[in-house]
Each structure stands twice: as structure tokens, then as C-alpha cells.
């Protein structure tokens, strides 16, 4: 299914790209496809990025944080880090103090959530083997 919603999307996508060709400038959307990794790299997880932002808001997914430290909601003016320039060690949350942790909250945390597809949550969907 998200392989055919991907071409199908990669061919608006390219129509549009002609019908405001110069007319505007995209913002950075990064890869299509992603394989995450932690410094250790000990279970890559496979992610294709613009499948889920062809059904998700980037604001599901990305956001930022404050002087304080505090969490701050995306915009689209945002600058777009890697997680773990803010998740690691030195967060003080230490449920969220790792790349691990946060990517599970966040991946897992909605395909969870999903219960008309129960196998989405299992490990090999990210983590193939
Ligand atoms: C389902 C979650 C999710 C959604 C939705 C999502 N992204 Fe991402 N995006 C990620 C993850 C995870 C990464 C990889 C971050 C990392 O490597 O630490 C990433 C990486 C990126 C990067 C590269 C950042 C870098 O420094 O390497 C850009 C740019 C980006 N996303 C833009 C967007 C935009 C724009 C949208 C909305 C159109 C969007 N993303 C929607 C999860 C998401
Ligand atoms: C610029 C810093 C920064 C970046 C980059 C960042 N986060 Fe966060 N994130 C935070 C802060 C700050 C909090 C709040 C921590 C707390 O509540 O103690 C947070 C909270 C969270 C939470 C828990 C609250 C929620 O929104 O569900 C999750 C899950 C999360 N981040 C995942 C991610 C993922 C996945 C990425 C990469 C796509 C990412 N974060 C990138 C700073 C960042
Ligand atoms: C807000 C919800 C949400 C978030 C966050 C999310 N996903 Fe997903 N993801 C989905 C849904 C829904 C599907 C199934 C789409 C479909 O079947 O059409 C999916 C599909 C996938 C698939 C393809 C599964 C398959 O076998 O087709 C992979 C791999 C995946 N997600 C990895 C990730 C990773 C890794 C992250 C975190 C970086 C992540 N997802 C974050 C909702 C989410
Ligand atoms: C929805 C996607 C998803 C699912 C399901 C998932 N993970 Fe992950 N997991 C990730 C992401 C993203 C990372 C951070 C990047 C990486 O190292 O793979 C991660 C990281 C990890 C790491 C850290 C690897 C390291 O190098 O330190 C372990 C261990 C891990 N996962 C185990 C599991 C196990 C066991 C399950 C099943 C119970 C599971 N994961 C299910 C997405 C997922």
C-alpha cells in the first residue's frame, strides 16, 4: 500500500513541481527513506519518511525547544534537528534521554495505536532482520 500511495504521490508531486516551477521554493522535507541508527548501531530501523509525511503533519513528528529547555511546538519555520541533538544524555527527562527512547515513544507510541493493524508494532516492521 505505501509503495503504490508512493508513486502515485511522487507523480502529483512532480506535476505540481512543474505547475510552480520557480514560483516557490519547497521547504526541506529531508530523505524519502531513512534507515535510523543509534551510535552504537546495534538494530537499525528502516523508516520511509515520505510515506509517513504523505498521511501525518510534520508537527506529529518534529518540534523544537525553548531557552528554558522546554518543548516547543512545530512550525514551519522551524529548523529541523536530528533527535538526538536534544535526546541524549544531557536531557534531564531521563524517559526520553536517548535516541531509543524517543523514537520509541514517538513510532511506537502510534503504531500502537493503530488496531485495525496489529502487526505494525512488532519489531521487524522497523527493525528487519
Ligand atoms: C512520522 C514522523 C515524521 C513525520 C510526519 C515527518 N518527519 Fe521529518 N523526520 C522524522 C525522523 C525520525 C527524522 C530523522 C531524524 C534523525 O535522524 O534524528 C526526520 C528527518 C527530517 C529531516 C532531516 C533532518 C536532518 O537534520 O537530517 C527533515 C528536513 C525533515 N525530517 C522534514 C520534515 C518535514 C518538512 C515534514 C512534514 C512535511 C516531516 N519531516 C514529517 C520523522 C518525521
Ligand atoms: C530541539 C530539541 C529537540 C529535538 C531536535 C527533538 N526533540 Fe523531542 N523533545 C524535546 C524536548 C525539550 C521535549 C520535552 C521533554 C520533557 O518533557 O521533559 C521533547 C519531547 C519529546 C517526546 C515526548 C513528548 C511528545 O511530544 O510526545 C517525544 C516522543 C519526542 N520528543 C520525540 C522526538 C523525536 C522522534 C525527534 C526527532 C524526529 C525529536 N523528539 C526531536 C526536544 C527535542
Ligand atoms: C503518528 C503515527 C505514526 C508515527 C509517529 C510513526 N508511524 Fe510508522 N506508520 C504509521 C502508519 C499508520 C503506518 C501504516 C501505513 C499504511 O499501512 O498505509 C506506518 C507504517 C510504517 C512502516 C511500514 C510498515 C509496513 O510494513 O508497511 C514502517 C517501517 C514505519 N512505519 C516505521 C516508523 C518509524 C521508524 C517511526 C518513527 C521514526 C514511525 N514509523 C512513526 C504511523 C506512524
Ligand atoms: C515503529 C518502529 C519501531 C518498532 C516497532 C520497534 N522499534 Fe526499536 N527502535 C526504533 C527506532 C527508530 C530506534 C532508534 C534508531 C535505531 O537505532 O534503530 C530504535 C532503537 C532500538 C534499540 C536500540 C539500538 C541501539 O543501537 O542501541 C533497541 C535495542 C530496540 N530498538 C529494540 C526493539 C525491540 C526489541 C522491539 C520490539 C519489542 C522494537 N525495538 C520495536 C523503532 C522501532
Same mark, same amino acid.
Given at each position: 500500500?505505501? #509503495?503504490? &500511495?508512493?508513486? =502515485?504521490? @511522487?507523480? +502529483?508531486?512532480?506535476?505540481? &513541481?512543474?505547475?510552480? !516551477?520557480?514560483? &516557490?521554493?519547497? !521547504? ?6 531513512? +534507515?535510523?541508527? @543509534? *551510535?552504537?548501531?546495534?538494530?537499525? $530501523?528502516?523508516?520511509?519518511? #515520505? ?5 501525518? #503533519? %510534520? !508537527? ?6 525553548? *531557552? ?8 514551519? $519555520?522551524? /529548523?529541523?534537528? #536530528?533527535?538526538? &541533538? =536534544? ?14 527512547? *524517543? ?8 503504531? *500502537? ?8 508494532? /512488532?519489531?521487524? @516492521? %522497523?527493525? !528487519?532482520?
Amino acid at each position: 500500500m505505501i #509503495k503504490k &500511495s508512493l508513486i =502515485c504521490c @511522487t507523480a +502529483v508531486a512532480f506535476a505540481l &513541481s512543474l505547475a510552480v !516551477a520557480g514560483a &516557490s521554493l519547497a !521547504a526541506d522535507k529531508g530523505p524519502a527513506e531513512m +534507515v535510523m541508527k @543509534t *551510535a552504537e548501531g546495534k538494530k537499525p $530501523a528502516k523508516f520511509p519518511h #515520505k510515506a509517513h509525511q504523505d498521511k501525518l #503533519k %510534520c !508537527a506529529d513528528c518534529h518540534h523544537g525547544k525553548d *531557552a528554558a529547555g522546554k518543548q516547543v511546538a512545530y512550525t514551519d $519555520a522551524l /529548523k529541523i534537528e #536530528k533527535c538526538d &541533538s =536534544c535526546h541524549n544524555d544531557k536531557m534531564a527527562n531521563t524517559n526520553l534521554n536517548d535516541l531509543k527512547k *524517543a523514537a520509541h515513544k514517538n513510532c511506537k507510541d502510534c503504531h *500502537a495505536s493503530q488496531k485495525d493493524k496489529p502487526n505494525l508494532n /512488532k519489531c521487524n @516492521t %522497523c527493525h !528487519a532482520k
